[in-house]
């Protein structure tokens, strides 16, 4: 079946920049869409269709997207950042949604 | 603002199915304007899609859950229902419904189901 693939955690100083990567062969075709999860809490959306950012959201989160890979990219991390970020997309044929494996953002 | 909250018993034995349901309030289940998943979290792991309904009943299911998944809808109650069969340990896991336009724009809080005789 469909895989997502991220990094198991990242780690980050407070006011530098996070990259979370998510890999996998239908991202040129179909929309990511990023969450933020802390812990005891339903995930919230961050990201969605690649690169686009809820309103309420702050502006240092954003996404990009390239190929097979889609970056989620928080600039200027603060501590309350630290939260486990899962992307999230659907197979080729559209029917079948994926999360994935969920990356675990450290702040130092 | 569409709210969602799951219910059902919390502890489930071994081999038996696992049934729980979602109440939809701020919105009708019928308005056509979402699909209605079920997405479960093991303790300390990750996000699982189990599956999904629309309206008109259509599903689509976890491939690898999709023998032991049924999703069903009654929009009389406003409500959409999973059940689970021949459970184990595995099936352990906070359980989420949630309502989704490509993205998942509202979530239920969650509940835990324990798989335990």
């Known amino acids: 079946s469909y895989e997502l693939t991220q990094p198991p955690s990242v780690s980050v100083s407070p006011g530098q920049t996070a990259r979370i990567t998510c890999s996998g062969d239908a991202l040129p075709k179909q929309y990511a869409y990023w969450y933020q999860q802390k812990p005891g809490q339903a995930p919230v959306l961050v990201i969605y269709?690649?690169?686009e950012r809820p309103s309420g959201i702050p502006e240092r989160f954003s996404g990009s997207s390239s190929g097979t890979t889609v970056t989620l990219t928080i600039s200027g991390v603060q501590a309350e950042d630290e939260a486990d970020y899962y992307c999230?997309?659907?197979?080729?044929?559209?029917?079948?949604?994926?999360f994935g494996g969920g990356t675990k953002l450290t702040v130092l | 603002q569409v709210q969602l909250q799951e219910s059902g018993p919390g502890l489930v034995k071994p081999s038996q199915t696992l049934s729980l349901t979602c109440t939809v309030s701020g919105g009708s289940i019928s308005s056509g304007s979402y699909y209605w998943s079920w997405i479960r979290q093991p303790a300390g792991k990750g996000l699982e899609w189990i599956g999904r309904?629309?309206?008109?009943?259509?599903?689509n299911y976890n491939p690898s859950l999709k023998s032991r998944v049924t999703i069903s809808v009654d929009t009389s109650k406003n409500q959409f229902s999973l059940k689970l069969s021949s459970v184990t340990a595995a099936d352990t896991a906070v359980y989420y419904c949630?309502?989704?336009?490509?993205?998942?724009?509202?979530w239920g809080q969650g509940t835990l189901v324990t798989v335990s005789s």
């Open positions: 269709k690649d690169s």
């Open positions: 949630a309502a989704s336009s490509g993205t998942f724009d509202y």
């Open positions: 999230q997309s659907a197979d080729s044929s559209g029917t079948s949604v994926v």
């Open positions: 309904i629309y309206t008109s009943g259509s599903t």
